[in-house]
């Protein structure tokens, strides 16, 4: 690992260390939750894996290995929020924008660094959601760890949502070359697809949102999604940081009734669910 990397992984874990002291610094509650996330964190910056784990993530860095150094052209719909000073218009976020770039690319923009992967993959390893969903598949790295971490859970399943088709097909071979029968894929528009994937699968335990980083989207996703958590639930979102929209997005979603308590990892947002009202959908 070269010096550059190195550095990148120790701000980030500094992050990591910060926003977890500042968060329990804000409740005095230290109930089995709060300690689930504190000891998810505290193993990602401590990398501790057990060897059980670390064959599985050995597994799928080798996918990422291979992704990064793949030229094969794809061609990408792209439904999110473009760049960070993007200001897309909603119909052109609903229209999607098109264009080609090869597999190593996109792996390397879109997919989540090991780092973050194994933060998901431990907070999945201690509160084992039966039922968990991602916003934003790509080519399956973050899907991979967290499918992974219900499999050696010996509990739960997947279901990854993905707007573009020929990536989406790529994330389906790399869970087969895992041989994951936990992680489902479904392609199409967030938008199109959530209701019915929420309506059909809920209560719902843990979301990774990882995907169309706009913050009216993002509060909607969030508002979509409430009434289907289960009553104590996990919400980790992605790229809080990303833009001042983002920012924005988080700010509110954490005033909600419902957080209990809000991690702000400075990349990452983890919010642990309790819900105050029974809201309908469950
Ligand atoms: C940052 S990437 C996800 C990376 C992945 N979670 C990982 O770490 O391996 C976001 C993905 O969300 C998809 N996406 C963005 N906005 C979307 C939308 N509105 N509907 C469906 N898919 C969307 C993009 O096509 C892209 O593949």
């Not at 980790?236 to 809000?262: E, P, Q, Y």
Request: charged content about 25%.
């Amino acid at each position: 690992m070269n010096l550059k990397n190195s550095l990148r992984i120790f701000q980030w874990k500094f992050w990591m260390y910060r926003g977890l002291k500042k968060s329990l610094r804000q409740t005095k509650q230290r109930d089995n939750p709060v300690i689930k996330i504190n000891k998810a964190v505290y193993e990602t910056i401590y990398n501790r894996i057990s060897p059980e784990e670390k064959t599985w993530i050995n597994k799928i860095e080798k996918i990422r290995t291979n992704l990064n150094a793949d030229k094969t052209p794809v061609s990408i719909v792209d439904f999110g929020a473009g760049k960070p000073d993007s200001k897309r218009s909603e119909k052109v976020m609903a229209e999607g924008i098109t264009h080609s770039a090869t597999i190593a690319e996109t792996c390397k923009i879109a997919s989540k660094p090991s780092v973050w992967a194994l933060l998901l993959f431990k907070l999945i390893r201690e509160f084992k959601p039966q039922t968990a969903i991602e916003l934003g598949t790509c080519l399956g790295i973050s899907a991979s760890y967290q499918a992974v971490a219900q499999r050696i859970n010996q509990q739960g399943r997947l279901i990854t949502l993905e707007g573009s088709g020929e990536i989406a097909e790529l994330a389906k071979k790399n869970f087969e070359s895992l041989r994951l029968d936990n992680v489902s894929v479904i392609t199409g528009r967030f938008n199109d697809t959530l209701p019915a994937v929420l309506e059909t699968n809920h209560p719902i335990d843990y979301v990774f949102i990882d995907g169309h980083h706009d913050e009216q989207a993002t509060i909607a996703y969030f508002e979509n999604l409430l009434p289907y958590l289960s009553p104590q639930s996990l919400l980790v979102f992605d790229d809080i940081s990303w833009s001042k929209g983002m920012r924005k997005a988080w700010n509110k979603i954490i005033r909600d009734k419902n957080v209990k308590l809000a991690v702000d990892l400075k990349m990452v947002g983890i919010c642990l669910i309790e819900k105050k009202t029974i809201l309908t959908g469950n």
